[in-house]
């Protein structure tokens, strides 16, 4: 009977209109979570193709250096920094936080909790329009003159600060600009987000059953929270230095650069773990589907990630190792570092023992899940490697670091956020995506993410810096030049990697197969209502009677049990019976 | 039994299954305003921001020294007697805040009216001070704990006018008896940020003058 429940896929689209308002209402100015979360969502694939293509611009140049880049033409040093500093800023700023937070926050933390809308509907829509001024502004600074920011994404001090040095004057203090108002944005996104889950939960909904994509969403949140109003007086100290000739960050008139160092990464540490958190919730919401078992552990990985968001801001120095700080700073950061890695761990083996005699099936979110998980793994031990003082003196700065956080944030963004897609696909659009395409697009992306990587490691190891023009001008990175080469190859092949998805997401809109309400046989709360979800969410906010994960219960009459439904609903006897 | 079995195999996702009876801190948090919790959120930002700039400034003159001689020439009586201003004016705000608890509207708009009129007093003493700076030649630009001075005090100073903003459209809706209504949780709002307001300037104080 309860099957019959779940088959009966969509009825009530219609409901969705039973408010009709004006298209700018309705598509561009809407207060609905559901729709913010879809301008998040096609605002981050936007800049993401813009960030792929910078991506493509430096790869091309390390291999074939002094060539034209086929599509582009020469990239000139200056151009070549402006364009390493692009690619950090829009794909950390402008791809991961409004794909993880913007997107995935938005659409589901309201339908996983079983709330009609976002705490703060208008706040929510306001957040988006001045993320979207901020890709604006950061867009512009590409054709003002000087060209855009080119002092590295972290834009350390001196070199940001002032416009001699780099020759960018306008870019930089745009890029000032774009980066706060991206802050401002996800600040007012946060409160949302918080608000939600502390006070709209339906009845039932208790702290511990809420999915842990939720939990990973406030925690990211208070994380940001906690670590961004440094930086912002940071900011302002810098376009202060930039503009009017204070010296905070100037050591010829009584600034210290180091300063700067430490409120970029007292925030862009944590910033880590905003962004990979989120892409955890999404790997964690995916594997217990595809098992069919329960998550392993859900109270002790809530735990380890809340200790994990405490210890991201007292690790923060150790990406200062040979930036001229005490040196008797760096046994503790050291500490705290490799400290931090215990609750990581935990998620980890929280992930493998959820996979663990389960009855797995690949298909494609599954894929993308098992692909970010693996690849993680190898992003999380250099990680080890790089808070060890002693080794990172040797890497740091080199291709080695480049490629460890490519291996944390590519498996967390890119594999987290494409699971999350073709999870959640079908609940945002009521389409189902094409699997095939799907399981081309995961193959491709898996093989050619490692063989970009993998190698850089190897010239990092042998001893490439990082952030240089040309690396064919140093006599002893000769070497390493064949690896550039296939690490550029595979980068191209990468990136035309993404066309069967775009293809799959694009043409699944409108050719693509109705979704039923619940396809993947879930618990969570989003699965228990219509696909997409009808203005409102729930034609009835429902009643939670259990946690998230109850896959295979035995004796009940079928593997999954919704949220939603009560012992006896799901072929149980009566409770306490 | 049956919901026994359930809970073993669900681990710690499933309390006790089909049991909806929340927790005390659970029903406490459902409770909370939305409102509140938006505003508490406000302040933890502001004070990160506030933290921040106080542990930068801190931590450069730990670091670098010489900075007595360019500190001795701020004008500390103009700051102590801002200092009873602005305290004194977290006295008015809360007598705002404990009118609106005893429902009476005339007594909310006068400590209102006084708290803005006591905001504005800060500011025009703030005004004198820096043009006097100026005068003497202290610009932003003299020296690094005369650019901490002006960025932090300036800031500071953005935020007691945006108080003042805020404060004077509550005095504004407490008058009309229409808005009344609305007024009521607004001045405990309004009353967290001013009295946060407030707590900046007792740590800016003793750092940038006293010291």
């Known amino acids: 009977m309860a099957e019959q429940v779940h088959a009966q896929g969509i009825a009530g689209s219609q409901i969705e209109s039973h408010h009709e308002l004006g298209f700018l209402r309705r598509y561009i100015f809407s207060v609905d979570h559901k729709t913010i979360a879809k301008q998040y969502l096609s605002l981050s694939l936007f800049m993401a193709i813009v960030g792929g293509f910078t991506a493509y611009l430096i790869r091309w140049q390390l291999a074939w250096p002094e060539t034209s880049v086929a599509g582009w033409g020469y990239v000139e040093p200056d151009g070549y920094n402006a364009i390493v500093t692009m690619h950090g800023t829009i794909m950390v700023f402008f791809v991961a936080m409004p794909m993880l937070l913007g997107a995935f926050g938005n659409f589901l933390i309201p339908l996983m909790v079983g709330a009609g809308d976002m705490a703060f509907p208008r706040l929510n829509a306001f957040s988006f329009w001045t993320l979207f001024t901020a890709s604006m502004v950061l867009l512009a600074s590409f054709f003002v003159p000087g060209g855009p920011a080119a002092a590295g994404w972290t834009s350390y001090a001196p070199l940001s600060d002032n416009p001699l040095y780099t020759g960018v004057n306008w870019g930089i203090n745009l890029w000032i600009i774009a980066v706060a108002l991206e802050f401002a944005s996800f600040l007012m996104g946060g409160v949302n987000f918080l608000t939600t889950a502390l006070n709209m939960r339906a009845r039932g909904m208790t702290l511990w059953r809420m999915p842990l994509m939720v939990w990973m969403e406030i925690i990211a949140a208070v994380v940001f929270l906690l670590s961004v109003g440094p930086l912002v007086a940071g900011a302002v100290m810098l376009l202060l230095d930039r503009t009017i000739g204070t010296g905070f960050f100037a050591p010829d008139r009584g600034g210290d650069p180091l300063l700067w160092q430490h409120l970029f990464w007292f925030f862009g540490h944590p910033e880590v773990y905003v962004v990979a958190l989120p892409g955890f919730g999404v790997m964690m919401e995916v594997m217990p589907v595809f098992s069919r078992k329960p998550i392993f552990g859900y109270r002790t990985i809530v735990t380890s990630v809340i200790a994990a968001g405490l210890l991201s801001f007292i690790v923060w120095a150790h990406h200062m190792f040979v930036s001229g700080m005490d040196p008797r700073l760096a046994t503790p950061f050291s500490i705290t570092t490799i400290l931090i890695s215990v609750p990581f761990a935990i998620m980890v083996f929280a992930m493998i023992a959820t996979l663990w005699r389960g009855s797995i099936s690949l298909k494609t979110p599954m894929l993308f899940a098992l692909g970010g998980l693996a690849s993680f793994m190898l992003g999380g031990v250099t990680g080890i490697f790089l808070g060890s003082a002693a080794v990172d003196i040797y890497l740091h700065g080199t291709y080695f670091v480049v490629a460890h956080f490519h291996y944390t944030l590519f498996p967390t963004v890119f594999f987290g956020g494409f699971a999350g897609l073709y999870y959640w696909y079908p609940k945002m659009f009521g389409r189902m995506m094409n699997e095939t395409l799907g399981q081309i697009h995961f193959v491709l992306t898996f093989v050619c993410f490692n063989a970009v990587f993998i190698p850089l490691f190897l010239t990092g190891l042998a001893g490439n810096p990082r952030r240089i023009y040309e690396t064919t001008a140093y006599e002893f990175l000769k070497p390493v030049q064949p690896l550039h080469v296939i690490a550029t190859i595979a980068t191209i092949v990468l990136l035309l990697g993404q066309f069967p998805f775009i293809a799959n997401f694009v043409v699944s809109m409108f050719r693509g197969a109705r979704a039923p309400q619940n396809p993947w046989q879930a618990n969570t709360l989003e699965w228990q209502t219509d696909s997409p979800p009808p203005h409102g969410n729930f034609r009835t906010i429902p009643v939670v009677f259990r946690g998230p994960y109850d896959y295979t219960v035995p004796a009940a009459a079928q593997d999954w049990a919704p949220q939603s439904q009560s012992d006896r609903e799901i072929g149980l006897a009566a409770a306490g019976g | ?211």
């Open chain 2, 1 to 211: 039994m049956g919901s026994s079995e359930v809970s073993a195999n669900a681990g710690a996702g499933t309390a006790s299954a089909g049991d909806l009876q929340s927790t005390g801190s659970d029903r406490l948090l459902r409770e909370l305003p939305i409102g509140k919790i938006g505003i508490w959120w406000f302040l933890a930002s502001e004070i990160m921001i506030f933290g921040g700039l106080i542990t930068c400034y801190v931590l450069m003159r730990i670091a670098h020294g010489g900075w007595e001689a360019e500190a001795a020439h701020v004008k500390w009586r103009l700051g102590a007697a801002n200092t009873l201003v602005l305290v004194t004016s977290s006295l008015t705000m809360i007598l705002a805040h404990y009118s609106v608890e005893r429902d009476d509207r005339g007594a909310v708009s006068r400590y209102l009216g006084i708290t803005v009129i006591l905001g504005l007093v800060f500011l025009g003493i703030k005004t004198f001070e820096y043009w006097s700076d100026l005068r003497e030649g202290f610009t932003p630009l003299s020296g690094m704990f005369w650019s901490f001075y002006y960025m932090m005090t300036g800031l500071h100073a953005i935020h007691v006018t945006a108080g003042i903003v805020i404060n004077a459209v509550l005095f504004v809706m407490a008058r009309r008896g229409t808005l009344w209504p609305r007024v009521q949780q607004r001045v405990e709002f309004a009353g967290l940020y001013w009295h946060f307001v407030d707590v900046v300037w007792i740590f800016l104080f003793p750092l940038l003058y006293l010291s």
